[in-house]
């Protein structure tokens, strides 16, 4: 199985900041990669997908980049509605697995 | 406008069964595959299982953790899938989410509010 690892598990910031988010998958995965973002109670919403396509209706200040086995998701100034945790999520090949989650608490 | 509704969660004991239902709506159902994910309280996502659409054989895949006990299935004429858990244990306790089958290089776009399945005695 590919194992896919998030890091940081936690992340403290404020509005407007830089936020960067890595994954890491444990062999190559080409740019099947997906980026959730789930707010308590709620089902998980797909920000992006291979590894850097915006999903409509998603702000702009989202993005994703790949490099080799690693990916990034980055929100360029952090608003509000973003404190909530995100999940990688690798679809190259079955099963697909999700990285450990990242939760984006407010300074 | 797409919707799915999960239903069919419950507290059941171990060793018994349940089956989930994923209802949709607003999109042709035969024409996407569905996937089921699940969510342990306090826990990060886990993808349970796979079908693919008709067209495809309808052929399934299942995560490790439940392979063999769990089954997913689809009726296209009631736009319809099916979790099907048999042997339940303690840790399948969890939130169940239905998902369609995204287009255009997405793994799945839209998801169903889930279903809590407690397994306790």
């Known amino acids: 199985d590919i194992q896919m690892t998030q890091s940081p598990s936690t992340l403290s910031a404020s509005v407007g900041d830089r936020v960067t988010i890595t994954c890491r998958a444990s062999q190559s995965i080409s740019s099947w990669l997906a980026w959730y973002q789930q707010k308590p109670g709620k089902a998980p919403k797909l920000l992006i997908y291979k590894a850097s396509s915006l999903e409509s209706g998603v702000p702009s200040r989202f993005s994703g980049s790949e490099s080799g086995t690693e990916f990034t998701l980055t929100i360029s100034s952090l608003q509000p509605d973003d404190f909530a945790t995100y999940y990688c999520q690798q679809y190259n090949s079955f099963p697909w697995t999700f990285g450990q989650g990242t939760k984006v608490e407010i300074k | 406008e797409v919707q799915l509704v999960d239903s069919g969660g419950g507290l059941v004991k171990p060793g018994r069964s349940l089956r989930l239902s994923c209802t949709a709506s607003?999109?042709?159902?035969?024409?996407?595959?569905m996937s089921w994910f699940r969510q342990a309280p306090g826990k990060g996502l886990e993808w349970v299982g796979f079908i693919r659409k008709k067209a495809y054989g309808a052929t399934t895949e299942y995560a490790a953790s439940v392979k063999g006990r769990f089954t997913i299935s689809r009726d296209d004429s009631k736009s319809i899938a099916y979790l099907q858990m048999n042997s339940l244990k303690t840790e399948d306790t969890a939130v169940y989410y239905c998902t369609r089958g995204g287009l255009s290089g997405k793994p799945v776009d839209y998801w169903g509010q889930g279903t809590l399945v407690t397994v306790s005695s």
């Open positions: 607003g999109f042709t159902f035969g024409d996407y595959s």
